[in-house]
């Protein structure tokens, strides 16, 4: 495929992510002309959605905006690409959001998706691109979040059945702390 092309089909593409797709445009044609970061892999393809998949799945420049941004509009897991310090996948939740608890509160982080199922990834600041992500809130304190305390200050993101909480500071490593009353959620596999 060439840049015209490129271009042509970018503007016939649906409303909805059209202006993206623009945005994106351009970073990948600065002066009218494809970067030569970008050549190979746009003449490898056949439509825009097979190149920006590409730029995606090459994760060479997995914190730049344009990656983010193709990570958003991608239907890949895109947190693959990155290692978190703390896993657990596959909670099953009774509730529309994974439970943070603040002493007799509660608060439920969204995870981007209506499914009953999702997971929940604890990354060190910057060490996600978190302009893939949707920033949520940013929380501080002692909380606990499925069986794990917390104590610091964290920002909140969700994307697609995930919650990722990134480490802006804290006093210690999450530690495990089991709460044999705690039924909101069971989280079937962790790793970290």
């Known amino acids: 495929m060439d840049l015209a092309t490129l271009k042509s089909?970018?503007?016939?593409?649906p409303l909805s992510t059209r202006s993206t797709y623009q945005r994106m445009y351009l970073y990948v044609s600065p002066g009218g002309a494809i970067d030569?970061?970008?050549?190979?892999?746009?003449?490898?393809?056949?439509?825009?959605?097979?190149?920006?998949?590409?730029?995606?799945t090459d994760a060479e420049d997995r914190m730049s905006l344009l990656w983010a941004e193709a990570a958003r509009l991608s239907h890949h897991d895109w947190l693959g690409y990155f290692t978190p310090d703390l896993s657990i996948e596959k909670i099953r939740m009774k509730t529309d959001g994974v439970p943070i608890q603040f002493g007799t509160g509660v608060m439920l982080a969204?995870?981007?998706s209506r499914d009953n199922i999702a997971n929940l990834?604890?990354?060190?600041?910057?060490?996600?691109?978190?302009?893939?992500?949707?920033f949520v809130t940013s929380i501080g304190g002692t909380f606990r979040v499925?069986?794990?305390?917390?104590?610091?200050?964290?920002?909140?993101?969700?994307?697609?059945?995930?919650?990722?909480l990134e480490t802006w500071e804290a006093e210690h490593e999450p530690q495990?702390?089991?709460?044999?009353?705690?039924t909101c959620a069971v989280p079937l596999k962790a790793t970290a």
Do not use: M, W
């Not at 030569?36 to 995606?56: G, K, M, Q, W």
């Not at 990834?121 to 949707?134: P, T």
């Not at 499925?146 to 990722?164: A, T, W």
């Not at 495990?176 to 705690?182: E, F, I, L, S």
């Open 146 to 164: 499925l069986d794990y305390e917390f104590c610091g200050i964290y920002g909140v993101y969700k994307s697609r059945g995930n919650v990722i």
């Open 110 to 112: 969204p995870t981007g």
């Open 36 to 56: 030569d970061a970008y050549a190979e892999l746009l003449d490898a393809s056949t439509s825009y959605r097979e190149f920006f998949n590409r730029i995606v």
């Open 9 to 13: 089909q970018i503007d016939a593409s």
């Open 121 to 134: 990834h604890v990354f060190n600041q910057g060490a996600f691109n978190a302009q893939a992500a949707d």
């Open 176 to 182: 495990y702390k089991p709460d044999k009353n705690d």
